[in-house]
Each structure stands twice: as C-alpha cells, then as structure tokens.
C-alpha cells in the first residue's frame, strides 16, 4: 500500500501507522485521515497482524489540522446513515470497531486532533516533552473524533470539562496523572517502549480474547444496567468448552510455557456477539 501522508508498515506481527508530514508537524489533512481509515482497515482484516501501533515522524506527533486551506477540502465520506462524516471521525470510528488492540505513542504537541485521535487508542504511551491540548474553545469551534464520549470515560466528567471547557495545554506530567496515558519515556525511548509493549501483547495473549474484551468493555460499560453483561459473560463462558484456545492457555499455564493460541479473528468470534448482530 501507497500512502502520501502517513506511512504503513508491518513487522513482528505488529503493523505500525506513522503521521508522516513532519515538515508540517503533521498537520492532519482530510488526505490523512482517509488514508488512515483505509490502513486500519486493512490491518484489522489482516489475520498477519495482531497490534497496530500509531505514532508520528519527527518532534511532534500531530499539532491538529492542517489549516493551510486546500487540506481541510470537504470529501463527500458518509455514514451508513447517509449524514457526512468530519475527518477524524472517520479515523476513530475505525479504531473504535478494531478488533486489535492499538498503542499510540505521542511525542511533543498533541494538539486538537491530535489529542482527540489517540482517545480510543487501548495504550498510551508518551514523551515527557508532550504536550496535550483539546483546545476547541479557544478556536471558536468544536471537539470532533467523538471525544465527547471517549474523554470522560477516561478521565472522568469533570476532568473532561476542565480541559474541554478551558481549552488549556495539559503537560505530561497531569496527563499522567489523570490516566489520559500509561507511561511517561525519553523522546529517544518511546518506540522502543511502544514496540516492546507490543510484542508483548503478541506472544502473550490470544487474539479473539482480546477482540472480545476490547470490544465488551466499551459497549457494555456504557449501557445504563449490567445485566446485558450478565447475559453475554454467561454466553461466552458457556461456549468455552468449545474453545480450543481456553484449553491450550490452560495446558500452557499448567506446563508452565508459552501459549499458542489457534483461533483468528476473522474465522473464530463467537456469532452471538451482540455488536455483531447490531454493527
């Protein structure tokens, strides 16, 4: 695959998505984020990859839009409900239907979409240089990326509005602290910490585990009662007896050596997943 603002790359089982415009701090462009919709896509229907890990060239992983004119050009991308859909969107709905777990690693200025992008990211690792800013207010518009409903429920709501309402820069040591990322690391560290983190993902856990968990935490934490993920834990407990990757992480814990799990993503989620029968 061929991109012009991002780079894509796969080793190890890892897919890495690279902003690449660091002549522009990469400034995010419609371009950009249709060309990372479209590389997300294909590492999740890759049964090759097993993390996808974000992260931008040069000093800064993304200063937020490109405001340079012809980069902010409408495309006419939809929904299936037919309104339009706004470019970062278009980014974090993908991540948000991954069935992969994704690190994003954050040097420098995480600005706007910046920030809005990474939310739905499962880790975030940054530099102690970074720097975050939801700075929406400040500019007289409006957060995007559906960071409305991603912010709060990693910060809490009134964290959220802090930093929403204020519009204020956030520097890494807060950020941190309020759990918007994992770990702090030396601008020269970060991959490397991104990279170590995700071949341990790969050689330690099974992958339709993780497409389930993934996925149930964020659609059953949100439903006003938890007896749905009553019903579905109950499904899916009941079904392991079918599992032959519940046997084998067993046997494996039991022998007291690494694991193989078999099952894939595309052949092997359960059918009765209830975001499966209602996309």
């Known amino acids: 695959m061929s991109y012009e603002h991002i780079r894509f790359s796969v080793a190890d089982r890892v897919a890495t998505l690279e902003l690449h415009r660091p002549e522009a701090r990469n400034g995010f462009t419609v371009k950009m984020a249709d060309e990372l919709a479209d590389a997300l896509a294909h590492a999740d229907a890759d049964e090759g990859v097993r993390v996808v890990v974000l992260t931008g060239a040069g000093k800064d992983f993304c200063v937020g839009a490109d405001l340079s004119g012809s980069s902010l050009e409408v495309t006419q991308t939809q929904a299936p409900e037919?309104?339009?859909?706004?470019?970062?969107?278009?980014?974090t709905r993908q991540m948000f239907a991954l069935r992969k777990p994704i690190i994003a690693?954050?040097?420098?200025?995480?600005?706007?979409?910046?920030?809005?992008?990474?939310?739905?990211?499962?880790?975030?690792?940054?530099?102690?240089?970074?720097?975050?800013?939801?700075?929406?207010?400040?500019?007289?518009?409006?957060?995007?990326?559906?960071?409305?409903?991603?912010?709060?429920?990693?910060?809490?709501?009134?964290?959220?509005?802090?930093w929403m309402v204020s519009g204020r820069l956030i520097p890494a040591e807060e950020a941190l602290g309020a759990g918007l990322v994992r770990s702090l690391h030396e601008p020269e560290a970060l991959l490397d910490a991104a990279q170590t983190l995700a071949r341990e993902l790969v050689e330690t856990t099974a992958p339709v585990s993780v497409a389930v968990i993934r996925q149930a935490l964020y659609r059953m934490s949100a439903l006003p009662s938890?007896?749905?993920?009553?019903?579905?834990?109950?499904?899916?407990?009941?079904?392991?007896?079918?599992?032959?990757?519940?046997?084998?992480?067993?046997?494996a814990f039991m022998q007291k050596r690494p694991a193989?799990?078999?099952?894939?993503?595309?052949?092997?989620?359960?059918?009765?997943?209830?975001?499966?029968e209602h996309p």
Do not use: C, H, N
């Open 226 to 251: 938890p007896e749905p993920a009553f019903e579905l834990d109950s499904q899916l407990i009941a079904s392991l007896g079918q599992s032959a990757d519940a046997l084998e992480g067993v046997m």
């Open 82 to 91: 037919g309104y339009w859909v706004e470019p970062a969107t278009r980014v």
């Open 260 to 276: 193989k799990f078999s099952r894939t993503v595309t052949q092997d989620l359960p059918a009765f997943l209830p975001w499966r």
């Open 105 to 162: 690693a954050i040097q420098g200025a995480a600005v706007g979409v910046g920030s809005t992008m990474i939310l739905p990211a499962d880790f975030r690792l940054a530099s102690k240089s970074s720097r975050f800013g939801f700075v929406f207010s400040r500019r007289g518009i409006y957060p995007e990326a559906g960071s409305s409903w991603f912010l709060p429920r990693l910060v809490g709501m009134g964290r959220a509005l802090d």
